[in-house]
């Protein structure tokens, strides 16, 4: 039996967002739902001069340009000369992911919690970032694992744990409230699943975002590499808005 009253990462109970817990969105309390309070202070600090350096008004809506102006900046911030199509294109995707409903912006929450994610990618090792997930939220990794280690084994390949980054934490619109299906539930998902079910053009954007590289059938990947390697996709999945964090890259 399920509890939808309970925050859906830490599991506290709260009296917010209750519609959410029903939708395949799920719901968390402000703590979890907010990535920036995963920061430093010092962390903190470098985000918002960044956003003093870039021009960024705080609480301000970004349009595409306004994004990708953004990451253009903050490329020649970090010593980045020249910002290549290639960057481009993926930042415009990224833009997407981040607007899933087609607005033509990103709200400043969504955009805040997509940098403090990056942020926490440059400058933590990944076992600092296993510290930073809950208990509920390793153990719906290590059922995703074992879904997958179909050979019983322990052993993973690499494409396998990246297809992973595409796949079980993929957000759906808000309008999709089906409560057969949740993302609660981590695990790989077929494509013919409610799950997968979404629109035409969402399917074929995965499948530009998904790797094409041929597989490298000499590295696999342990249970304890799985999740250091996946720990800031679970931290950018958790809920409350249908934006996803960070895309995985092709």
């Not at 997509?114 to 076992?127: A, D, G, K």
């Not at 539930?185 to 629109?199: C, R, T």
């Amino acid at each position: 039996v399920t509890n939808d009253e309970m925050c859906d990462v830490c599991e506290e109970k709260g009296g917010e967002l209750i519609e959410a817990a029903h939708t395949e969105i799920g719901w968390s309390c402000y703590r979890c739902d907010n990535l920036n309070l995963l920061l430093t202070e010092e962390e903190m600090g470098l985000l918002a001069e960044s956003f003093k350096q870039s021009k960024v008004s705080p609480e301000s809506q970004l349009s595409l340009e306004d994004f990708l102006s953004y990451k253009r900046l903050a490329s020649q911030q970090e010593g980045v000369q020249n910002h290549s199509e290639e960057q481009e294109e993926r930042d415009a995707l990224q833009f997407a992911a981040l607007d899933p409903e087609k607005t033509g912006h990103v709200e400043w929450a969504d955009f805040l919690s997509h940098e403090s994610i990056l942020l926490l990618q440059r400058t933590r090792t990944q076992n600092s970032l296993l510290h930073l997930l809950t208990g509920k939220e390793r153990e719906r990794a290590r059922a995703a694992f074992r879904a997958l280690d179909q050979q019983g084994d322990g052993l993973l390949s690499e494409a396998e744990c990246r297809r992973t980054q595409h796949t079980w934490f993929r957000k759906r619109h808000k309008e999709a409230t089906s409560c057969s299906v949740s993302i609660s539930h981590v695990g790989p998902m077929s494509e013919n699943s409610p799950a997968s079910s979404s629109s035409t053009s969402s399917r074929g954007q995965e499948k530009v975002l998904l790797s094409v590289e041929p597989e490298e059938p000499s590295r696999t990947v342990n249970w304890l590499t799985f999740l250091r390697e996946n720990a800031i996709y679970i931290l950018a999945a958790r809920p409350n808005s249908p934006a996803i964090h960070l895309k995985p890259l092709a």
